[in-house]
């Protein structure tokens, strides 16, 4: 099956520096790729739509100047957390469909395992 | 944005009991999914419902997709301590909008 892969796992930075997390998509194309943010037992905020080639596409209430995303390759998108502060540490989640169907569907997401970044 | 609503938001239960988890929109969705999540960890997909009324069974969980396609429900039989963790509905076509959640402990 098609995997997604997050690094880093888990993160520790102080309040001020950036962070950047990458997402990659290991065995198939994704030309599409979604940034997700979550709160302890609460659900997944879309944060913004990334696709390859092309500016991402912010959710209403997100600061794109905050969240940077980077979407080069048709196997990885970065999302970088400039000047982080502690209310920016969360779960956060990366998801990529396949639109080609080299993996078979082109309908499903597949998530990566999620970067818990927190910010000191 | 298309808002799927889930409740209850927070379910405890003992091993054996049965529950329902409901997922509900004023939108119609051309497909819904069903995510199971444990903490630290992405979401897992349990099951996709694309034909209104379709029901889907995966072992014990009985999934059900609305007549009108706003609307879903996930049916836990003889629930197992197994089975705790976050519930989440989910659709969308160009953006993927999550439910709101349903966190279930099941109590060995």
């Known amino acids: 099956g098609a995997v997604v892969s997050q690094h880093p796992s888990r993160v520790i930075c102080k309040s001020g520096t950036s962070v950047k997390i990458e997402c990659r998509s290991l065995d198939f194309q994704a030309t599409t790729m979604f940034w997700y943010r979550q709160f302890p037992k609460k659900s997944l905020m879309l944060m913004a739509t990334?696709?390859?080639?092309?500016?991402?596409?912010?959710e209403q209430g997100v600061e794109k100047d905050k969240f940077l995303i980077n979407h080069a390759s048709l196997t990885l998108s970065t999302l970088t957390v400039t000047s982080a502060h502690p209310e920016d540490s969360s779960f956060y989640i990366c998801s990529a469909t396949d639109v080609a169907g080299t993996s078979g569907s082109t309908d499903t997401q597949y998530f990566g395992p999620g970067t818990r970044l927190t910010v000191l | 944005t298309q808002l799927l609503e889930q409740s209850p938001q927070f379910l405890s239960i003992q091993e054996g009991e049965n529950l329902t988890v409901y997922c509900n929109s004023s939108?119609?969705?051309?497909?819904l999914q069903w995510y199971r999540q444990e903490p630290g960890e992405g979401p897992v997909l349990l099951v996709t419902?694309?034909?209104?009324?379709e029901v889907k069974k995966l072992k014990r969980l009985t999934f059900q997709f609305g007549d009108a396609r706003k609307d879903s429900s996930l049916h836990i039989t003889a629930a197992q301590p197994g089975d705790t963790g976050l519930y989440l509905c989910?659709?969308?076509?160009?953006?993927?909008?999550f439910g709101t959640g349903t966190s279930l402990t099941v109590i060995p």
């Open positions: 939108s119609v969705f051309s497909s």
């Open positions: 419902v694309v034909t209104g009324g």
């Open positions: 989910a659709g969308g076509s160009n953006q993927f909008y």
């Open positions: 990334s696709n390859e080639g092309s500016k991402a596409t912010y």
